[in-house]
């Protein structure tokens, strides 16, 4: 069974573009969530979509923005980049979300803006 | 709210010594409790999980953790590590029925010396 996959695995971008990245869930998951991980502030939830729907947003600006689509493989996308953005976006899915207790993480994309 | 105190930043310990990694938290509802593993440019991979019931749970790579509801804490333990341990350590927290919204620790580097 394939895992969490995440394209691209690493991205350079320059301040004030934007950028779109994309999560596959495990088959049949139908749950994914994103998160931010830098070294300044540690892993921190962006958001998460259950069957296109999107159920939590962490407290992140309106240029983090997501979307899922029907077969469950989900996009990221942050507008107006700042360098700030650089960081390892990882995404977890699960088969149910709200009653799941295990989440699988991708390897990650690892965005830096210049 | 839930918040995620890992005492330690770094860890050296000695090969085949053994090991604890300290994690508490604070939260005004009832959680899950995690432990993931990151190794270098990789995701998060699941140590192990506390949901319910025996408050020492048993995971992967010989590692185990002990809730204590009363110290609101949920320590890491290896008997005897291993150079492949060498790796980044994380504690986590999550409400049950909240789509995966983890609350991670900053992060425990723990290097295992020759």
């Known amino acids: 069974k394939a895992g969490v996959t995440q394209t691209p695995r690493y991205l350079i971008k320059t301040r004030g573009q934007q950028v779109t990245l994309s999560c596959s869930p495990i088959s049949g998951h139908r749950s994914v969530s994103w998160y931010q991980q830098t070294p300044g502030q540690g892993l921190q939830f962006l958001f998460e979509y259950f069957s296109e729907t999107q159920r939590n947003k962490g407290n992140f600006p309106g240029r983090f923005s997501g979307r899922q689509f029907s077969n469950s493989r989900s996009e990221m996308n942050v507008s107006t980049l700042e360098l700030g953005d650089s960081a390892l976006y990882l995404c977890?899915?699960?088969?149910?979300?709200?009653?799941?207790?295990?989440?699988?993480f991708g390897q990650g994309t690892r965005l830096t803006v210049v | 709210a839930q918040s995620v105190t890992q005492l330690d930043s770094q860890v050296p310990v000695f090969e085949e010594a053994p090991v604890e990694l300290r994690c508490n938290y604070s939260s005004s509802v009832s959680v899950y409790l995690f432990w993931y593993v990151q190794y270098p440019n990789q995701g998060l991979q699941l140590l192990l999980k506390?949901?319910?019931?025996?408050?020492l749970v048993k995971g992967i790579n010989g590692f185990e953790a002990e809730f204590n509801k009363s110290q609101t804490s949920f320590h890491l333990r290896k008997p005897s590590v291993h150079i492949s341990d060498t790796a980044e350590y994380f504690c986590a927290v999550t409400p049950p029925r909240t789509g995966n919204q983890f609350y991670f620790g900053t992060g425990t580097s723990l290097t295992v010396i020759p």
């Open positions: 977890a899915s699960s088969a149910l979300g709200f009653w799941d207790t295990e989440a699988f």
């Open positions: 506390y949901l319910s019931g025996s408050t």
